[in-house]
């Protein structure tokens, strides 16, 4: 999802009226690019937090579990060396498949909830890490992906594409 020019029409209306529908649960499209920009500033990685929080100004970011750097690590290289793959999870003769299997059982039963800091501006909406479809495909969920890892041009770009 992060590389835009390599998605197809279909895909970048799917996460652009994904990604739209977030910002305005959220209070709007500047209140959800601040949020982004926000968490891509944080150091370490937002995902560390040992409250399980990411907490500012026009809201906040929870989820339910701990998630250790090492995870995130793995996260990161796992994310970018199968992004042209079907599935995140490799295969079962690859070195790093039970590593990156612990990795999904870590992370799949987590709901992440965001949540603008007044009510006025929206309810929020919630997400988990992964999905998976009928073939046991496991792939990273698009507002996941977005809120943690793709660039700001790349998430304005899918904002503002026009079908």
């Given at each position: ?41 944080a ?9 399980q ?22 996260l ?5 060396n ?19 299997l ?56 899918i ?5």
């Open positions: 999802m992060c590389d835009f020019n390599n998605l197809t029409d279909e895909e970048k209306l799917h996460f652009h009226t994904l990604l739209t529908t977030a910002a305005n649960n959220y209070g709007g499209t500047n209140f959800f690019l601040q949020l982004i920009e926000a968490l891509r500033s150091s370490p990685h937002p995902l560390t937090s040992r409250h929080d990411f907490l500012f100004d026009l809201g906040d970011v929870r989820w339910g579990k701990t998630i250790f750097n090492d995870k995130v690590e793995l990161k290289e796992t994310r970018i199968r992004s042209a793959e079907k599935s995140f999870l490799p295969d079962t003769e690859d070195k790093k498949y039970k590593k990156v612990n990795l999904i059982r870590t992370l799949d039963p987590i709901t992440f909830s965001v949540r603008p800091s007044l009510r006025d501006d929206g309810e929020g909406f919630d997400f988990k890490a992964f999905e998976t479809n009928e073939a046991k495909e496991v792939k990273l969920t698009p507002l996941f992906e977005a809120l943690f890892f793709c660039s700001i041009d790349t998430i304005k770009k904002l503002n594409h026009k079908a």
